[in-house]
């Protein structure tokens, strides 16, 4: 059973706006960290942005000032907004979460199966 379910990818134009979602529904209580990362065709997986239980948001350079991401702890949910899209940013995204630990620390990643975007005309 899938504890982490992304939505919302799809084909658009360049230049137009995706929305995201990360669903979690597994049993950990206490999501320390959630995270999109995007597989181009032919690449490594690599971190588009992540954000912690208290705020803090960390993008990726080709995702600044283009996404956005934000959750929603009481439905465990994460959202990643993207404006702009160019073709590069085209791939498979992937969502992952990781258990909050005492010391600061966060649990391995949890991975959702990833949502399909592609940017073309």
């Known amino acids: 059973q899938e504890q982490v379910v992304e939505s919302g990818g799809g084909l658009v134009q360049p230049g137009g706006s995706l929305r995201l979602s990360c669903q979690y529904s597994g049993s950990i209580s206490n999501i320390g960290l959630m995270a999109w990362a995007r597989q181009g065709p032919g690449k490594r997986r690599d971190l588009v942005a992540s954000i912690t239980d208290n705020g803090s948001t960390d993008y990726a350079e080709q995702a600044k000032g283009r996404f956005i991401i934000t959750r929603d702890s009481a439905k465990k949910t994460a959202y990643l907004q993207m404006n702009n899209l160019k073709p590069e940013d085209t791939g498979v995204y992937y969502c992952?979460?990781?258990?909050?630990?005492?010391?600061?620390?966060?649990?391995?990643?949890?991975w959702g199966q990833g949502t399909q975007v592609t940017v073309s005309w």
């Open positions: 992952r979460v990781h258990e909050r630990l005492p010391g600061l620390t966060v649990g391995p990643p949890e």
